[in-house]
């Protein structure tokens, strides 16, 4: 990975910032977009050596006139996008439309824009999720949308060869994210699943994150799903 150009979108936080740590100390040249200023601020003064850009994945002119400007992408990870909840039959269409639009449309328009930019060995890596395989009620655009990221990287692997698209499958894993969806109850939901999980703890985003970097580096994987859930899709 060393000298290697790595891409990060939504590196400022959770899984996406801690592959973009652990993608810098291991001596690559690290780019991250994200939406808020606050967190490429943060991020920027802690690694002053990674280029940041304020980039709304669902917003596709701007994602588009991000990757065209950039050179030679070794790797990219697309980490950009958050758990959408609510029923189908109760909740808001255009809310269930936005958990796709920066994890699958984003990815998309970012694979379009920078495929031709990856060279034979380099590799795509999406965020998919243990929603996949274990969907719960009153999650559904989740669901669909995790699925969606790991079929796209089984059909993209084929369309990019040799550049290789794999995905990463995260459990329930401590980031942000939960803050904003759970706020002070956080700790007891994660107590609650942790002691129903094989390995009895949540995973960490660094753990999600080497994964992600395992992908990225293994040049014989493509078209792979690698799930990181302490074996939550068996209990
Ligand atoms: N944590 C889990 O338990 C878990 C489990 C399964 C799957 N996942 C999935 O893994 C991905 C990362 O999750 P996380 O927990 O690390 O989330 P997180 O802590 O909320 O971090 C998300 C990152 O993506 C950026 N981002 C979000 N929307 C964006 C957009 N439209 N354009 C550009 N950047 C955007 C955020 O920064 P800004 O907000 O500043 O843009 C932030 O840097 C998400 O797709 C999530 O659904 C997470």
């Known amino acids: ?30 780019i991250v977009a994200a939406r808020g200023a606050a967190g490429l601020a943060t991020l920027k003064a802690e690694l002053p050596a ?13 994602l588009e006139a991000f990757c065209a400007s950039l050179g030679k992408v070794d790797h990219l990870y697309n980490a950009a996008g958050a758990f959408v909840g609510g029923t189908l039959m109760g909740g808001d269409m255009a ?12 990815a998309a328009v970012a694979i379009r824009a920078l495929g031709s930019k990856i060279p034979a060995g380099g590799s795509v890596v999406l965020t998919g999720g243990l929603s996949t395989d274990r969907p719960v009620a009153g999650a559904w655009a989740t669901a669909m ?53 094989p390995v009895g703890r949540l995973a960490q985003a660094d753990e999600v994150a080497d994964a992600v970097l395992f992908l990225m580096a293994n040049r014989a994987i493509t078209g792979e799903v690698v799930h990181v859930d302490g074996g939550h899709r068996l209990v």
Do not use: C
Request: proline share 3%; glycine share 8%; charged share 20%.
């Open 1 to 30: 990975m060393h000298g290697e150009t790595i891409v990060v979108l939504g590196g400022t936080k959770g899984i996406g910032l801690a592959v973009a740590r652990k993608a810098a100390a291991r001596g690559a040249r690290v």
């Open 50 to 62: 990674i280029q940041t850009h304020a980039v709304d994945a669902a917003d596709a002119s701007a």
């Open 95 to 106: 809310t269930f439309r936005a958990a796709f639009e920066a994890r699958i449309w984003g």
């Open 145 to 197: 949308a995790t699925a969606a990221a790991e079929q796209m990287a089984r059909a993209l692997a084929l369309e990019l060869a040799p550049v290789r698209v794999n995905a990463v499958a995260p459990g329930w894993t401590d980031t942000p994210m939960w803050d904003a969806i759970f706020g002070a109850d956080k700790q007891t939901y994660f107590t609650d699943v942790a002691a129903k999980l």
